[in-house]
């Protein structure tokens, strides 16, 4: 992954998104120590201050916790409240754009609903 400096999203919420990435295609698993915020600001160029701000926006989500003195791991929840927060939020404001841009063009639910259908199809 490269971290995107021109991008409107801060660089700390990229390497979280980054870490989640990580955590749900399992290349981390169930109380698999992360990488430490100098490894992500070596890996990714950056000030060990911002990689340590993803890292502890994870821990406050419960995402990932603390080990005193040997680092952070993947919780047992990681992986479900990874795909939950992705759908309330990526998918909820994805569908909303969706029916707003189908009522723009007077498009009907059913016809709305059988697109999304033929598309799942595919």
Do not use: C, H
């Amino acid at each position: 992954m490269k971290i995107q400096n021109d991008s409107n999203k801060p660089i700390y919420i990229q390497i979280a998104e980054w870490l989640e990435a990580e955590i749900l295609a399992g290349s981390f698993k169930v109380d698999d120590k992360v990488y430490s915020q100098y490894q992500l600001a070596e890996m990714f160029t950056i000030n060990p201050a911002t990689a340590a701000k993803g890292l502890t926006m994870l821990v406050d989500e419960r995402i990932l916790y603390k080990r005193r003195g040997l680092g952070m791991f993947v919780s047992s929840e990681a992986k479900e409240m990874i795909l939950n927060k992705r759908k309330s939020n990526t998918l909820v404001k994805l569908v909303k754009d969706l029916v707003q841009e189908a009522n723009r063009l007077d498009v009907k639910e059913e016809e709305l609903i059988l697109m999304i259908k033929r598309e799942k199809e595919e």
